[in-house]
């Protein structure tokens, strides 16, 4: 079957830096995608990988190895308004996005 | 440009009432999704179109869901009869020709089945 894993919640201190894993099995790659979303607003794009390496994107990068079914997402310079849940999403050979659970970011002052 | 729009953004109704929710995609946009979302099971694809026409419905839990897309910018999913277990967020999805062709969600509706 197919499946994504990251974590359920991840705890970080304000100007701190965190990196949030996604490992997939999928039928088929074309892409990789993060969404953030704030509790009770929908999800919003945040990066695409769908070559080998480091995508960056200001405070945040996204990161991707094809070889071993991993990414991660980078967050620099954490602020409290980084505090959401972080969605991992890869998109299958049949274009269809199969979606991780989400990780809870919780950022401390 | 506006966003994807969804309506109502909050519906509660008892057991067995219809219900209707309402998107209209990013004008453009030739993939619409419908996506539940609850704390238990995530976000799971309920159905999608392209240029209206319903490309994979095996999201959709029962008979009792129906979703049609009359015109480009207007899409419906029905629920009739509702259940408690209904309860949860739908989202409203649009994808364009962009080569990352990622999704862009409305703000969601909320429904709770008492």
């Not at chain 1, 965190?18 to 794009?45: D, K, M, R």
């Not at chain 2, 219809?18 to 976000?43: A, N």
Request: charged share 20%; hydrophobic share 35%.
């Amino acid at each position: 079957g197919q499946n994504i894993d990251q974590p359920t919640e991840m705890t970080a201190t304000e100007g701190a830096i965190v990196q949030i894993n996604c490992t997939y099995q999928t039928s088929g790659f074309n892409g990789l995608f993060w969404y953030q979303q704030h509790a009770g607003e929908a999800p919003t794009f945040l990066s695409y990988n769908v070559l080998d390496g480091l995508e960056e994107k200001g405070r945040f990068s996204s990161f991707l190895s094809r070889s071993k079914g991993y990414s991660y997402l980078l967050l620099k310079e954490l602020q409290m308004k980084d505090s959401a849940s972080y969605l991992c999403a890869v998109r299958d050979s049949n274009y269809q996005l199969i979606w991780g659970a989400g990780t809870k970011l919780i950022i401390k002052p | 440009d506006a966003g994807v729009i969804q309506s109502p953004r909050h519906e509660v109704t008892e057991m067995g009432q219809e219900v209707t929710l309402r998107c209209k995609p990013i004008s453009g946009h030739d993939y619409l999704f419908w996506y539940r979302q609850t704390m238990m099971r995530g976000l799971e694809l309920l159905i999608y179109f392209n240029n209206n026409v319903p490309i994979d419905d095996s999201g959709m839990p029962e008979d009792r869901f129906s979703a049609k897309m009359p015109n480009a910018s207007f899409s419906t999913l029905k629920i009739q009869p509702s259940e408690p277990r209904d309860s949860a967020v739908y989202f409203c999805a649009s994808r364009g020709l962009a080569v990352t062709g990622e999704l862009f969600f409305g703000e969601g509706s909320r429904l709770t089945v008492l």
